[in-house]
T-cell receptor, first 116, second 113 residues
Framework: NAGVTQTPKFQVLKTGQSMTLQCAQD?????MYWYRQDPGMGLRLIYY???????DKGEVPNGYNVSRLNKREFSLRLESAAPSQTSVYFC???????????????FGPGTRLTVL | AQSVTQPDIHITVSEGASLELRCNYS??????LFWYVQSPGQGLQLLLK??????LVQGIKGFEAEFKRSQSSFNLRKPSVHWSDAAEYFC???????????FGPGTRLSVLP
């Protein structure tokens, strides 16, 4: 199993450009997440998808959109990139079931994005 | 809303010394607690987790953590640090439905030879 994969690993954009970050998991997890990581801030949740067909905003959703394409794939789109979106982006997935289960999240390797 | 604090931004220890990383949380219900480690340029790897039962939990790489409800703490410990433990460590709290997963700001660990 590859676990959680992300593409691309690195990206440089100019202000105003758009791009989509791709994420896929092969663990049959029902929930998927997008985080951004900035120095001293830990990881902050951008959007999540509790199950196929649903998406919800996290702590810092402004400037982003997401698509849960199917159970495996969850993409993050920047429609008009801004320098404030320079960050490392992590995708994660988890299996969420009834009380009593551990919902630890499994992380991809990250995408380092620079917006000039 | 839940929150996680990690009071130490950066800790330096000598190889072979013991380690304790602090984590305090605020959460209204029974928390699910986690410690993750991130090596430079890598994603996050789960070290250990706590949901219920024995308040002292064992994880990978020789780490353990103790849940203290009265102190709202979940501190990570290791009796003897190895140079390869140098990394950033994140404490996180969540519920069993995933939506409210919150990370602390992280503690960077440096290990002196």
């Amino acid at each position: 199993n590859a676990g959680v994969t992300q593409t691309p690993k690195f990206q440089v954009l100019k202000t105003g450009q758009s791009m989509t970050l791709q994420c896929a998991q092969d663990m049959n997890h029902n929930s998927m997440y997008w985080y951004r990581q900035d120095p001293g801030m830990g990881l902050r949740l951008i959007y999540y998808s509790a199950s196929e067909g649903t998406t919800d905003k996290g702590e810092v959703p402004n400037g982003y959109n997401v698509s849960r394409l199917n159970k495996r794939e969850f993409s993050l789109r920047l429609e008009s990139a801004a320098p404030s979106q320079t960050s490392v982006y992590f995708c994660a997935s988890s299996i969420v079931s009834q009380v009593g289960s551990y919902n630890e999240q499994f992380f991809g390797p990250g995408t380092r994005l620079t917006v000039l | 809303a839940q929150s996680v604090t990690q009071p130490d931004i950066h800790i330096t220890v000598s190889e072979g010394a013991s380690l304790e990383l602090r984590c305090n949380y605020s959460y209204g219900a029974t928390p699910y607690l986690f410690w993750y480690v991130q090596s430079p340029g890598q994603g996050l790897q789960l070290l250990l987790k706590y949901f219920s039962g024995d308040t002292l939990v064992q994880g990978i790489k020789g780490f353990e953590a103790e849940f203290k409800r009265s102190q709202s703490s979940f501190n990570l410990r290791k009796p003897s640090v190895h140079w390869s433990d140098a990394a950033e460590y994140f404490c996180a709290v969540g519920n069993n439905y995933g939506q409210n997963f919150v990370f602390g700001p992280g503690t960077r660990l440096s290990v002196l030879p």
